[in-house]
């Protein structure tokens, strides 16, 4: 029976039509302990859903919907080393990647984190050869800047640690840079302000043959020669690092063995920032730091495996986000870092939950009836209220957000940065409550034209840190994960695989031809046209 179909899904269903009547507002009228009643804490974290369309009988229907998708069950499939990813016939074993080595994880009688943490002993030897400038180019030159050419999650993730943390390396700064586009501009532009002696290139690719990263890592190895002069062998072995699953693929490329960082396909893309894709966040924080972002994951997954329901941060957090979807029909979603180290957390996350949850088939291989992943995006809050808040506060799409802050900041900088922190965090605050209560907040909100009027209702969950830390990154981002995985049990869906991206990525290595000369004339009449006006424009192609 599809979920849709259920006794607890027509329970919320029914309980819903009610509770779409409710504002925020009111709800808070009825309730002045409200916060008290919907705010849920961990040591590290603090979540606040009292801001969410929620009552005391929506969080229970909404637990008995949990129950009877068997989530407990699913959990235990994940974090054991279960197939999960039906479609591919494998494990999703992220959980592992953080695991420490005193809890081993046999699959098919191989003890996984003993394999991760080997693979992570290499990683450290290579980022201390590096720090400690054992590392040297082609004329002798020690490393100061490394670059990392991969695309989807083996940019995104260690990009986006790399910009949120800072940390004591106790060694010599390193320059660490991110190429992931195509068309080459990203490298282009970075090219010529490097030493080609001094800099060193991670290609980061699962299966050493993304056609964007290794055209990029082919730019960057043509660029090493022609400044160097010194032949493609030698390049190679002072130049390149390679994090793959593929090392056969690796090595024929160039790439030696000893250069070489393993990782599994079990590994998600999305998922890898906590294997050796990870090594440009080492060499950014330390070995030190990647091990405290480590720490903090696997202290969100215990808290993941072993909180009850009503009190589980992920669990609560992924809920709430079906209530929206599926009972109160949002189906867009902002994600509002106050915090300009967390730029790039909303791209991050649109990664993570629309490649995961973007998905209209079940685990039966049936169409769904029902909505999945909302359309999500973000900004750094601050930014974000001078572009599209306009549109959250009185535009026509009901839209959720989470927002996301640190409750303390420059504690050891001077009193002006205090002053700033605390101004983002009053905004922080402000924007989440007047998008909850609308004009509410003033008592002569009747006599104010509509155009000027704010009528609330949006709802909206506050997540709170103390400060940004390695260990507390590493928790929220698994927080994130986790979340996503709920919500995938509760659809019935699986967000492991990924195959609405791969029909394109064989469609655009079929039209390489074209460019050629040759346009198959089978294609549709738009491509076709397209196809000829380029060639017409390169040359290639005469205009009849």
Partial sequence: MSVDKTPAWQALAKHAETQKKEHLAELFRQDPNRFENYSYQTDTFLLDLSKQRITSETLELLGDLAEQQQLGKWIDKLVNGATVNHSEQRAALHTALRQPLDKPLLVDGQDVVFDVHSSLLKMELLVAQIHNAQWRGYSGKPITDVVNIGVGGSNLGPLMACEALSGDTHAREISVHFVSSMDGSELSTLLGGLDAASTLFIIASKSFSTIDTL???KTAREWLVTASKKPVELINQHHFIAVTASPEKAM??????????????????????WSTIGLPIALKIGMAG?????????DMDVHFRESPFKENLPVLLALMGVWNINFLNIHAHAVLPYDGRLATLPGYL????????????????????????????GEIGSNAQHAFYQLLHQGTEPVMSD???????????????KEQHKLSLVNCLAQSRLLALGDAVQDDDENTPYFKRYFGNQPSTTILFDELTPEVFGGLIALYEHKVYVQSVIWEINPFDQWGVELGKQMATSLLPGFE?????????????????ILRKQGIRDEN
Avoid at 252 to 273: A, E
Avoid at 517 to 533: C, N, Q, R, W
């Fill in 350 to 377: 649109e990664q993570l939950e629309m490649e995961s949850n973007g998905k209209n088939v079940n685990h039966a291989g049936e169409r769904v009836a029902y909505n999945t992943c909302p359309i999500l995006w």
């Fill in 252 to 273: 024929k490329w160039g790439v030696p063995d000893r250069n070489q960082l393993l990782f599994w396909d079990w590994v998600g893309g999305r998922y890898s920032l």
């Fill in 290 to 298: 990647f091990q405290a972002m480590l720490k903090g994951a696997h």
């Fill in 517 to 533: 000369g040759t346009v198959d004339e089978t294609v549709d009449a738009s491509t076709k046209g397209l196809l000829k006006y």
């Fill in 403 to 417: 927002f996301i802050a640190s409750s303390q900041r420059y504690q050891k900088q001077g009193d002006e940065l």
């Fill in 215 to 217: 055209a990029n890592a």
